[in-house]
């Protein structure tokens, strides 16, 4: 195989590397806006108009408990989350960086011809 034909293949190769890096980065960033959307969700008020005034702060302090132990636990899986997202968009970032090599010498390449 000539050179300029190994470079297109790993051109080729690399620019499958950045679809699939870039789609692990989307799909990461999907759960990160999901559970930001679910923590978001919990700060609306669990109030009721229909209940007497004491009824609907007796429910309004127990949801209130309740939101702030899912909150806890929606921040764990966030720092979670969020942790994957930047390794993602490390790896995405590399992906990008190596297919622009190769496109670059590959132009070059061409170019010499």
Known sequence: MSR????????????????????RLRAAMALVEKSRMQIAALDRSAGREDLPPVAA???????????????????????????????????????????EALRGIADRLIRKK
């Open 57 to 99: 702060s007796q429910v309004a302090l127990r949801y209130q408990l309740w939101a702030d132990v899912r909150k806890s636990e929606l921040n764990a899986v966030l720092a979670r989350q969020t942790v994957t997202w930047l390794d993602a968009r490390h790896e995405a970032r590399q992906a990008f960086g190596r297919a």
């Open 4 to 23: 300029a034909r190994d470079i297109e293949k790993l051109e080729q190769l690399s620019r499958l590397m950045l679809d699939d890096r870039l789609s």
